[in-house]
């Protein structure tokens, strides 16, 4: 989670190992000439895609990163109105379950470069580009990210109970992912248990890592089931009035120790809960917690 917003930094896609496919293309003008860092306008030195009605590109970066801006070689305006999806996500070539960056204008003329900015940093391995129309000629993409990263806050914690742990209320975010009683904060059997955290400032959120006291037994998984992580402004209600990150978690089978709950609509707000599921026998295991997301206005 950054203070501020940094710099973005850009990926050298001409050597980086990105991988790129395409709908239907011309022989001598494939789509890796997209991505070989070659910015020269020209017929024999652009990708030269085709497709009946739609035509599309994907670029695999080959890594994860939090991408910020996606910059677009067009020739002759021929990606007027494409649109740009970034994700982890293959389905539908990329396009299905995945975030939409922007949309090239479409009064779009000439060759030139298009720059559009995500709204928020997407996390995405996959880039892909369409076009509702038969042809799309590429003559360059050049990718810039955001370098998200945790950071420990000692704000402000506060819980529901503390389970006479005065001083393990802050473990979950002292830097140390323990596996002992010791090295966690760890609630009492309660159907109203909740830890928060006060974030240096309000952020869009887009994913959490929870490192648990090892659930190696099927008792400890099932006192877990259910848990929720909420993101908001408001401090009532055990944070369930804000707005949830994910799904609420469910125990895969075997010993868990790390869960990982991805926020798709990057939730913002000065506060994140984990709370437990509202049930008699619920409790939280939290030995460290990272949150990843930028910084808001």
């Keep these: 989670l950054n203070r501020e917003r940094g710099p973005s930094y850009p990926l050298n896609l001409s050597e980086d190992r990105a991988t790129v496919i395409s709908s239907g293309f011309?022989?001598?003008?494939?789509?890796?000439?997209?991505?070989?860092?070659?910015?020269?306008?020209?017929?024999?030195?652009?990708?030269?895609l085709s497709g009946p009605g739609t035509t599309w590109l994907r670029v695999d970066i080959q890594t994860v990163r939090y991408i910020r801006e996606v910059r677009l070689l067009f020739i002759e305006g021929s990606g007027a109105d494409a649109a740009v999806i970034v994700g982890r996500s293959l389905r539908g070539n990329g396009a299905?379950?995945?975030?939409?960056?922007?949309?090239?204008?479409?009064?779009?003329?000439?060759?030139?470069?298009?720059?559009?900015?995500?709204?928020?940093?997407?996390?995405?391995?996959?880039?892909?580009?369409?076009?509702?129309?038969?042809?799309?000629?590429?003559?360059?993409?050049?990718?810039?990210?955001?370098?998200?990263?945790?950071?420990?806050?000692?704000?402000?914690?506060?819980?529901?109970?503390?389970?006479?742990?005065?001083?393990?209320?802050?473990?979950?975010?002292?830097?140390?992912?323990?596996k002992?009683?010791?090295?966690?904060?760890?609630?009492s059997t309660s159907s109203k248990s909740w830890w928060r955290l006060e974030l240096p400032r309000r952020s869009a959120i887009s994913s959490v890592v929870i490192y648990p006291r090892r659930l190696d037994t099927s008792t400890r998984r099932s006192q877990m089931d259910g848990f929720v992580v909420y993101v908001g402004d408001l401090v009532n209600g055990n944070g369930s009035m804000n707005a949830i990150c994910?799904?609420?978690?469910?125990?895969?089978?075997?010993?868990?120790?790390?869960i990982t709950m991805e926020c798709p609509d990057y939730p913002v707000g000065k506060y994140l809960y984990v709370a437990a599921a509202r049930r008699s026998n619920a409790r939280l295991y939290l030995t460290e917690i990272e949150i990843y997301g930028c910084g808001v206005p």
């Design 26 to 48: 011309t022989s001598t003008c494939p789509p890796e000439l997209a991505i070989d860092g070659n910015s020269a306008i020209s017929e024999k030195l652009c990708s030269s």
């Design 96 to 178: 299905s379950d995945n975030a939409r960056c922007g949309t090239v204008a479409s009064s779009m003329t000439g060759s030139q470069w298009q720059n559009l900015t995500c709204p928020l940093p997407i996390l995405g391995q996959f880039i892909y580009i369409e076009r509702k129309a038969n042809t799309m000629r590429v003559c360059e993409i050049e990718l810039f990210y955001d370098n998200i990263m945790n950071i420990y806050s000692s704000v402000n914690v506060t819980a529901s109970d503390q389970s006479g742990q005065t001083s393990a209320i802050w473990k979950p975010v002292d830097g140390i992912k323990g």
């Design 180 to 187: 002992s009683n010791y090295d966690s904060w760890i609630s």
């Design 246 to 258: 994910g799904m609420p978690w469910k125990p895969p089978i075997g010993t868990v120790r790390e």
